[in-house]
């Protein structure tokens, strides 16, 4: 992930956006729920967006306009956000129960900095993760530049999700091309935590770019990963090997990888990728938390399989950094940055918006609903 500095969009055109309501049918425009012509628009949510204030200490982030976004259900029944950038901002929507909004910016997780950043020659988080274990809050976050393998995954906890409440831990894991495989093959950016349901193991996915996505299960006291337990989730053959993002839920006896597929930004008008190239959120399952995972077709996801459940369409473009709420008003959602090319037809990396979508499982394969 990244993002582009971008001037021109107001907050009254998010806010305006955001309050809109689309109609459009379960399946979007094909009958066909596996068709890629019955991906739904994304749902609208409401909230701040303080894009025109440079001097912000969120750089602009939060509120409805993140960048890989994490969402949880707070102590006080609220839902918060947490976005890259920003020091890792943090959001919440005031409408207790309701992640639609509205959105406001509240602060940042990593107030007082971190030691990861200082090792990684970065000040920039990428990715959080964050997930409720026990009575505590564990935020997983990357710290990396562009076009370096030289990477961790931070830790920080919380009892209460509130800015000035957060420990920061330090580096979980780390890559670079000196220490042993496969950290020396992969990328640690992107962190996933996923607890079992079913046997309470904790695993730490992750990966990015090179040898795509891994796992490593983690200690018990979800510091540190066990290191001989690394397995490869995901692979794609075909350079520059774009996978990462990953993200693991569970549903009816089986359980999903999640990953967004293809150039994640530096999106600009006059420069696009290549169509298709773009990023899009694809999935695989299996009946173990470590593989392996197979799309549609039964293609293992470490061969270049895949099945694409969200991508490009109409004016959604480049959707990824994508995660599952689970039981949210009884149904799972699916939730993820995109760029609005009606409100952004410029496709400036930061101006990208939050958007979910309901699951629906069809003969145990999800699909996207608006309804």
């Known amino acids: 992930m990244a993002s ?157 999700l509130l800015p000035g409440s957060w420990t920061d831990h330090g580096a979980v894991i780390s890559s670079s091309p000196d220490v042993s495989y496969p950290l020396n093959i992969t990328n640690t950016i992107d962190p ?19 040898a795509d996505i891994y796992q490593f299960q983690l200690n018990p006291d979800l510091m540190a990963v066990r290191q001989d337990t690394a397995v490869q989730l995901s692979f794609d053959p075909v350079l520059p090997q774009a996978e990462e993002g990953a993200y693991m839920s569970y549903a009816g006896g089986w359980y999903y990888l999640w990953y967004s597929h293809g150039l994640c930004c530096g999106y600009n008008i006059s420069a696009l990728p290549t169509p298709g190239t773009e990023y899009s959120i694809r999935v695989g399952r299996s009946r173990s938390p470590s593989g392996p995972f197979v799309d549609m077709n039964g293609v293992d996801l470490t061969a270049g399989g895949g099945y694409i459940v969200f991508g490009s369409h109409d004016y959604v473009y480049g959707p990824g950094g994508q ?12 939730y993820y940055h995109y760029v609005n090319t009606i409100v952004d037809p410029l496709y400036y990396d930061n101006l990208k918006l939050l958007g979910w979508n309901y699951i629906n499982y069809i003969d145990g394969w999800p699909v996207l609903s608006y309804n």
Not at 24 to 29: K, S
Not at 80 to 109: C, P
Not at 323 to 334: A, I, K, T
């Open 4 to 160: 582009l500095r971008a001037s021109g969009v107001t907050a009254a055109i998010f806010s305006l956006l955001a309050c809109s309501t689309v109609a459009a049918p379960p399946y979007g425009h094909n009958s066909n729920p596996f068709s890629n012509a019955s991906w739904p628009l994304p749902r609208m949510v409401r909230g701040q967006n303080d894009t025109a204030n440079a001097n912000s200490t969120t750089q602009g982030w939060g509120g409805i306009h993140l960048h890989d976004p994490s969402l949880v259900l707070g102590p006080d029944g609220h839902y918060y956000s947490f976005s890259t950038h920003g020091l890792t901002v943090i959001s919440r929507a005031s409408e207790m129960g309701s992640i639609e909004g509205y959105w406001e910016i509240l602060g940042s997780v990593l107030e007082a900095g971190s030691s990861v950043i200082n090792s990684t020659g970065s000040t920039d988080p990428w990715a959080p993760d964050v997930h409720r274990v026990g009575d505590t809050y564990y935020d997983y976050y990357a710290v990396s530049q562009f076009g370096s393998q030289i990477s961790s995954v931070g830790l920080a906890t919380s009892k209460t």
């Open 192 to 210: 996933n935590l996923f607890v079992d349901p079913k046997t309470h193991t904790p695993f730490l996915n992750y990966g990015s770019f090179w």
């Open 323 to 334: 995660g599952v709420l689970s039981n949210y008003h009884g149904r799972d959602v699916l």
